[in-house]
């Protein structure tokens, strides 16, 4: 009996949600989708963004500060909703964290994109860090030895995003600048990877570059579909029936987080509703 309440205590504890903005928004969308009676805090580190472009010791301390910070809000479980930060710091994160949960983004993608296209040509759109660590290159290359893996670094659609630019003919004409190398070098990709959670933001201006037939893959539903069995597994399913509570935080701008995560999330926020942090 006092096990069984100990265990619904631990089940009503929030699964911790970070990214370096609003990208990881995508990834809480699909957890809030699969697992609607748990609660979640989310956290943007919105004063440091972009991870993209900074140094992996940078970025790794980071994702340890901003972990740390909702591992003191009481968190059952990590996603790091951010390509970046789980290429660079997953298994430091697992090793600080242990015995909590850690779940990344780049494995549950790699699967996605093996099982839309068994050995297929994958284009993997990423930012700077992930791109120069290989990490979709390897995971993929881990599960699928006949698959081919082209890596491309995309750092603008971060801001675009970041901007709300997300369709329409600025954010057509960048994606299709940077897919022109991959074009003149002959790369027919079957399969586009979202190998950062700010790109499914930008899913219609990469369809209208790459043209349809094309697989456009993204983690978002694997992580979720992940982070439910790993849940299970613990025995740290919320037994509530009611919906899971949303807190949502970031290391600076309120305002401009609201306003574009509030698209993102399909429900009006203001600034009152983003508590800023300090990490
Ligand atoms: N959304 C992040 C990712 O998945 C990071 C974007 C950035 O801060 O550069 O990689």
Partial sequence: MIGDSNGAAAGRRP????????????VLEALRERLPHEHLVYLGD?????????????????????????QERGIKMLVVACNTASSVALDALGKRLAPLPV????????AAAVSARPGGTHLVLATEATVRLGAYFKAIGERDREARVHELACEMLVALAEEGWT????????????LQPVRDSGVDPDCVILGCTHFPLLAKAIVAAVG????????????????????AEAGLLNESNERGGLTLLATDGATRFARVGGRFLGQRLDACDIEIVDL
Avoid: N, W
């Fill in 212 to 231: 349809a037939g094309v697989a456009i893959v993204d983690s978002a539903g694997t992580t979720a579909a992940v982070a439910a069995h790993r849940l």
């Fill in 167 to 178: 369709d329409g003919p600025i954010a057509e004409s960048i994606v299709a600048r940077y």
């Fill in 15 to 26: 699964i911790g949600v970070f990214d370096s903005g609003v990208g990881g928004l995508t």
């Fill in 46 to 70: 919105t004063a440091r963004l972009p991870y993209g472009t900074k140094s992996p010791a940078s970025i790794s301390r980071y994702a340890c500060q901003a972990a740390m910070a909702l």
């Fill in 103 to 110: 779940i990344g983004v780049v494995e549950p993608g790699a």
